[in-house]
């Protein structure tokens, strides 16, 4: 799977009465193959069919979320057969491959990516949450106003208006939910990461005792043999008389 950082720029000009206004979509260059993949009710490509450029930023905007929705439950799939679909408790040996290590440090850098990749997708969630909301302020307040005006001549808008608010908001939801599914993950991949550490640590000091207690052995050994070895080399050492010395 290839993991990479899309942005969807969008910005508008217009008149204090909004009659005349310019926007300005900075998008990916797959984003008009995107639109007709994804059946939007307008397409920018072929030009705006509302007066209202309010009600086409809320398509832009509908467009772009809604093909953020699609990479974020990609991602959120891939990681999930990742760190395992829960079925590995019925197995156990794939279970317990689960909590140890090759020597490459397999499972320890798939943790520490996983955990860190949906820190960094949680925190762009919430970015994409909260400008959302703040956009949709001064709509819902242009929406009361003209709901209040009862305006023949703005009953389309005003419908127009509320779908694509409506149709924003649901997606917004769904990205919420996104973001408390990424959550729940990245503990499951804390929680395998110190599984991991626990059973590495256990296994580690399996292995300085077993070396303590060969270390203990070749003590007894060596305290054997060292007496032996001062004996033998008194013994091998040759015999000078004096008589052979004058």
């Known amino acids: 799977m290839l993991l990479f950082q899309k942005a969807h720029t969008i910005l ?3 008149d204090e009465k909004d009659e005349f206004w310019t926007i ?11 639109i007709r993949m994804r059946g939007a009710f307008i397409d920018p490509t072929q030009g705006f069919v509302h007066a209202s450029y309010q009600v ?6 509908l467009i772009a ?10 991602l959120h799939s891939h990681i999930g057969r990742m760190l395992g679909t829960g079925e590995e408790i019925f197995n156990i040996n794939a279970h317990d491959k689960m909590i140890f290590d090759d020597d490459l440090f397999t499972r320890s850098r798939k943790y520490f990516w996983t955990i860190n990749c949906l ?8 970015l994409n949450i909260e400008t959302w909301n703040q956009y949709q302020e001064p709509i819902l307040r242009r929406l009361r106003r003209m709901e209040a005006a009862s305006e023949v001549q703005e009953e389309g808008e005003v419908k127009a208006l509320r779908e694509g608010i409506s149709r924003c908001q649901r997606v ?6 996104i973001r408390n599914l990424f959550k ?24 300085s005792t077993r070396l303590g207690k060969n270390v203990m052995l070749l003590t007894y050994v060596s305290i054997f043999y060292l007496p032996l070895g001062f004996c033998t080399s008194i013994w091998s050492t040759t015999s000078v008389s004096k008589k052979n010395q004058g």
């Open 12 to 14: 508008t000009a217009s």
């Open 24 to 34: 300005l979509l900075l998008s990916p260059p797959e984003f008009t193959k995107i």
């Open 56 to 61: 086409n930023m809320l398509t832009l905007i």
């Open 65 to 74: 979320i809604t093909e953020t929705l699609y990479g974020w439950k990609s």
């Open 119 to 126: 820190q960094e997708s949680d925190n762009l969630i919430r």
């Open 172 to 177: 917004v939801a769904q990205l919420a939910d």
């Open 184 to 207: 729940d993950q990245r503990q499951k991949a804390v929680s395998l990461r110190d599984g991991l550490f626990s059973a590495s640590a256990v296994m580690e000091s399996r292995a």
